[in-house]
């Protein structure tokens, strides 16, 4: 014999009650058609834990903090490039920057590969690289003589790369940095 219908309406778990609104470090999202958009990205945002939250609408971001992208490509030597420039703020302190740059010489079919650290500080109207910079590269071949720098222009903190006479070399550069004041 079946049975149909609720046998109990006394016991059981109580079914869950769905989030209206989703709150970020910096605004709140709130589904629409129960629907709630969750993207990922980067920020050049000082954030000390690295990540942050923002709502707006039907859409909450997870950024990765404190990240500077940048790319350039070269096809001469002389001409340094830059990968990209940094604003440093009007707040007095002093940043650490470590870099990762990729080169590729589609000349020549090379790699190579560059790693620094920058300290830089700031009066907040002006930059300083403080002692020299520490870089690790990794080349093959004839891109020994590529060139990646950092460098401060003003209050910016610019990192920079030159390349081979006659050779197109792609740069790509991503950054992280801290920052006390």
Do not use: C
Request: charged content about 10%; hydrophobic content about 35%; proline content about 6%.
């Amino acid at each position: 014999m079946s049975q149909a219908g609720i046998i109990s309406t006394s016991g059981g778990p109580v079914p869950p009650q769905v989030p209206t609104t989703f709150v970020g470090d910096t605004g709140s999202a709130t589904p629409a058609a129960n629907t709630l958009t969750v993207p990922g990205g980067t920020s050049t945002d000082n954030n000390t834990n690295g990540i942050q939250t923002s709502g707006s609408g039907a859409t909450l971001t997870i950024e990765l903090t404190n990240r500077v992208p940048g790319s350039a490509t070269t096809n001469d030597d002389s001409t340094p490039q830059t990968l990209y420039t940094f604003p440093l703020g009007a707040t007095p302190g002093t940043y650490t920057f470590f870099a990762r740059v990729a080169a590729y010489n589609s000349t020549d079919t090379l790699g190579a590969g560059y790693t620094s650290f920058a300290i830089v500080r700031t009066t907040g109207a002006a930059g300083t690289v403080l002692g020299s910079t520490v870089a690790i590269a990794d080349e093959e071949g004839a891109m020994s003589g590529v060139l990646v720098e950092n460098n401060v222009s003003g209050n910016n903190y610019v990192l920079t790369a030159t390349g081979l006479a006659g050779k197109t070399i792609a740069f790509v550069a991503l950054t992280e940095y801290v920052f006390a004041s």
